[in-house]
C-alpha cells in the first residue's frame, strides 16, 4: 500500500520540544548507565532507589539551570560566563548534598563521613551538570547561528524579489505613450473600430502585466501569446513594415522562462530597425531546446550594430546619444541582462551580436525547465485589426 510522503520535520523546529526531549533523553541515559555500573559493582538491587533519586534531583536542577542560562546567554561574554560559572559552582554544591544526604541515609551504619561522601558524588555531579551546561550553551547558540542564517537567506531572497519586481515592472514607457496617443488619434479621426480594438488589447496585454507574478515564470507558449498582444497594437501603427515570423520547437512551448522577457527585446527591435526603416524589418523569434538548455533567439533585418560597437558597451549608453538608426539598448537589453543575472546567476546567456545578413540577433540561454502543457486560451482576433500575422 503506498504511504503518503511526510515532509521531514527539523529537529529543532520547536524548541520546547526538542529540549525536553533531551531533557528525558540525556538524563534516562545518565540514570541507566549509572545503574549498570553500580550493578557491576555487587551493589544491591534497593541501590536503585538512590540512583532513581540522584536522576530526579539533577533533572530538576537542570531546569531551574535552564530558566537561568536563558537569560544569561544574550549577556556580555563576561557576564554570561561569570554568573555561569558561580551558579553551576553553587548547583553542584546543592546537587553532591542531596547525593550525600541521601546515600548517608541508606547507608547509615557506613564508616563513611559525610564529607567523604560529599567529595566523593561532588565530581560525579559537576561531570553530570558540567557537561548538561556546555551542551545546553552549545545547542543554543547553533539554534542562534541557524536563526540569523535563515534570517539572512530570507532577507537576500525578498531584496532579490524586489530587485526582480522591480526590473519586470521597469517597462519602457514610450510603448504605452504611443499606444495611447493612437487610440487618441484614431478616435479623433473617429475610427472606432480600431481604436476600440488597440484598447482592448492594451487591456489585454495590461492585465498580463499584472496578473502575473513579477518573480514568477510562465511557459514560452503564454510567453509568445503576450508577446503577439503586444505585436498586433504596434502592427496598427507601422502595418506592413512590421513582418514577424515565430518559429517555436514544440518541447520549448512548455519550457519556463521569466515573464516579460521578450516583450523589451521586441520593442528595441521595432524602434531601431522596423521604425527607422522607409520599408520596416522583419523579426523573428526562434526557441529550440539544446540538451538541459533553453535558447531564444531574437533577431531583426534593421541595421544591426555599428562598425566596431563593442556589445559589452552597450548597456551604459544612452538613448539620446546614439546617431539615427543605431541600435541602443536603454532600459530594455540591461533590464534583461539583470532579470538573468537575479534569476539564473551565471548559470545563463545573454549575447548581442550582429547577424550574418547584418540585424540585430539577441541569443538568451537558460537552464530548462518543462512545465505540464495545458490547452492555450484562444486568441479572439478583432476585425479591425490586421490579421496577416505570420507564425
Given amino acids: 500500500m503506498a504511504m503518503l510522503p511526510l515532509p521531514p520535520t527539523p529537529f529543532f523546529g520547536n524548541k520546547n520540544r526538542a529540549f525536553w526531549r533531551l531533557q528525558f533523553l540525556g538524563w534516562g541515559g545518565a540514570m541507566l548507565l549509572r545503574a549498570m555500573s553500580s550493578l557491576a559493582n555487587a551493589v544491591p538491587w534497593s541501590f536503585l532507589i538512590i540512583v532513581i533519586i540522584a536522576t530526579i534531583t539533577g533533572f530538576s536542577i537542570s531546569l531551574i539551570l535552564s530558566v537561568i542560562y536563558r537569560a544569561l546567554i544574550n549577556r556580555l561574554a563576561l557576564i554570561t560566563w561569570g554568573v555561569t560559572s558561580?551558579?553551576?559552582?553553587?548547583?553542584?554544591?546543592?546537587?553532591?548534598?542531596?547525593?550525600?544526604?541521601?546515600?548517608?541515609?541508606?547507608?547509615?551504619?557506613?564508616?563513611?563521613?559525610?564529607?567523604?561522601?560529599?567529595?566523593?558524588?561532588?565530581?560525579?555531579?559537576?561531570?553530570?551538570?558540567?557537561?548538561?551546561?556546555?551542551?545546553?550553551?552549545?545547542?543554543?547558540?547553533?539554534?542562534?547561528?541557524?536563526?540569523?542564517?535563515?534570517?539572512?537567506?530570507?532577507?537576500?531572497?525578498?531584496?532579490?524579489?524586489?530587485?526582480?519586481?522591480?526590473?519586470?515592472?521597469?517597462?519602457?514607457?514610450?510603448?504605452?505613450?504611443?499606444?495611447?496617443?493612437?487610440?487618441?488619434?484614431?478616435?479623433?479621426?473617429?475610427?472606432?473600430?480600431?481604436?476600440?480594438?488597440?484598447?482592448?488589447?492594451?487591456?489585454?496585454?495590461?492585465?498580463?502585466?499584472?496578473?502575473?507574478?513579477?518573480?514568477?515564470?510562465?511557459?514560452?507558449?503564454?510567453?509568445?501569446?503576450?508577446?503577439?498582444?503586444?505585436?498586433?497594437?504596434?502592427?496598427?501603427?507601422?502595418?506592413?513594415?512590421?513582418?514577424?515570423?515565430?518559429?517555436?520547437?514544440?518541447?520549448?512551448?512548455?519550457?519556463?522562462?521569466?515573464?516579460?522577457?521578450?516583450?523589451?527585446l521586441v520593442e528595441n527591435a521595432i524602434k531601431y530597425a522596423v521604425s527607422v526603416l522607409e520599408e520596416g524589418a522583419e523579426i523573428t523569434v526562434h526557441a529550440d531546446v539544446i540538451g538541459s538548455v533553453l535558447r531564444i533567439v531574437v533577431s531583426d533585418t534593421g541595421p544591426g550594430l555599428e562598425p566596431g560597437t563593442d556589445p559589452a558597451e552597450l548597456f551604459g549608453q544612452n538613448h539620446d546619444q546614439q546617431r539615427p538608426g543605431a541600435v541602443s539598448t536603454g532600459v530594455g537589453l540591461a533590464n534583461i541582462r539583470d532579470r538573468l543575472v537575479q534569476a539564473y546567476g551565471e548559470n545563463q546567456r545573454f549575447d548581442i551580436a550582429t547577424g550574418p545578413e547584418g540585424g540585430l540577433v539577441v541569443t538568451i540561454e537558460l537552464p530548462f525547465e518543462a512545465r505540464a502543457p495545458k490547452p492555450a486560451p484562444a486568441r479572439s482576433v478583432h476585425p479591425a485589426l490586421n490579421p496577416a500575422v505570420a507564425g
Avoid at 525578498?158 to 517597462?171: E, K
Fill in 86 to 264: 558561580i551558579v553551576l559552582a553553587i548547583a553542584v554544591g546543592l546537587y553532591a548534598f542531596i547525593d550525600s544526604w541521601v546515600v548517608s541515609l541508606y547507608r547509615a551504619n557506613a564508616q563513611s563521613s559525610f564529607t567523604q561522601l560529599f567529595l566523593g558524588v561532588f565530581y560525579l555531579d559537576l561531570t553530570l551538570l558540567g557537561a548538561w551546561s556546555a551542551l545546553y550553551y552549545a545547542i543554543n547558540f547553533y539554534i542562534q547561528v541557524e536563526e540569523q542564517n535563515d534570517q539572512l537567506l530570507h532577507l537576500e531572497n525578498q531584496a532579490t524579489s524586489a530587485q526582480l519586481a522591480m526590473l519586470r515592472y521597469q517597462l519602457n514607457p514610450h510603448f504605452l505613450f504611443n499606444t495611447l496617443n493612437s487610440i487618441s488619434t484614431l478616435v479623433l479621426l473617429k475610427q472606432t473600430e480600431p481604436a476600440n480594438a488597440m484598447l482592448s488589447r492594451l487591456s489585454a496585454f495590461l492585465r498580463y502585466t499584472l496578473i502575473n507574478e513579477p518573480t514568477g515564470q510562465v511557459t514560452v507558449a503564454q510567453e509568445v501569446e503576450t508577446l503577439k498582444l503586444y505585436l498586433d497594437i504596434e502592427r496598427m501603427r507601422f502595418e506592413e513594415r512590421l513582418r514577424t515570423r515565430f518559429d517555436i520547437e514544440d518541447q520549448a512551448t512548455h519550457a519556463l522562462m521569466p515573464s516579460l522577457l521578450l516583450q523589451p
